[in-house]
Each structure stands twice: as C-alpha cells, then as structure tokens.
C-alpha cells in the first residue's frame, strides 16, 4: 500500500493551497482517510479526516478554513485550505486506515509528508 500526497507549497498568509492524497496498491476497505501535521518542535496532530460512511472531523484550528472531501477518484481524498495563518505551516501527512487483506487487521499507512509553508 502506497500513499501519495500532491500539493503543499508557499503561499502568504489570507491565501489558500490543495492538498490531495492518492491510496493505491492491495486495500481491500478503507475506513477513514485524512491529513495530520507536524510543525517544528510539535507532535503530530489530526487537522481532518473523513470517515467511510462520509462523516468528516476537524481539529477547532482549522474548522471553518478547511475542507476535507473525497476526490472522484478511488481511494483520494482532497484538503482544500483557506486563509490559511501562519500557525498553519507544518509538514502535513496523508493517513489512511485500511485493511490490505479481507483477513487482515486494520493498520494505519502513511504517506511522505508534503510541506506547507504560510508567510505573515
């Protein structure tokens, strides 16, 4: 199982980016897909993730700004971003939570990390 995350970039503060995420490879369900991120010095934490049944979560920071959605492909999944802050920049992380085999247990997969960076 692969993840690979798009997007991320520069952008001034009041601006927007898109970050998309694509899971392929042997997955049999997934049961929710989303984005963390890690700032220097910081543990990682949930910015947003949407559940299979479509139910979505937002960290309180970021509600309101941003909008996670599934992409019309398989298996991807969008965060569109808003006025974004400068407090928003951090390296943000695909995750999924899926079984690669009907047998298998349920595991968290990650992808590479992509970095997005808010100037004031």
């Known amino acids: 199982v692969q993840l690979q995350a798009f997007g991320g970039g520069l952008v001034q503060a009041g601006g927007s980016l898109r970050l998309s995420c694509a899971a392929s490879?042997?997955?049999?369900?997934?049961?929710?897909m989303g984005w963390y991120r890690q700032a220097p010095g910081k543990q990682r934490e949930l910015v947003a993730d949407?559940?299979?049944?479509?139910?979505?979560n937002y960290a309180d920071s970021v509600k309101g700004r941003f909008t996670i959605s599934r992409g019309n492909a398989k298996n991807t999944v969008h965060l569109q971003m808003n006025s974004l802050k400068p407090e928003d920049t951090a390296v943000y992380y695909c995750?999924?939570?899926?079984?690669?085999?009907?047998?298998?247990?349920?595991?968290?997969?990650w992808g590479q990390g992509t970095q997005v960076t808010v100037s004031s």
């Open positions: 995750n999924a939570y899926l079984r690669s085999t009907s047998w298998g247990s349920w595991n968290d997969y």
């Open positions: 490879g042997s997955i049999v369900s997934i049961n929710a």
């Open positions: 949407i559940l299979s049944g479509g139910k979505t």
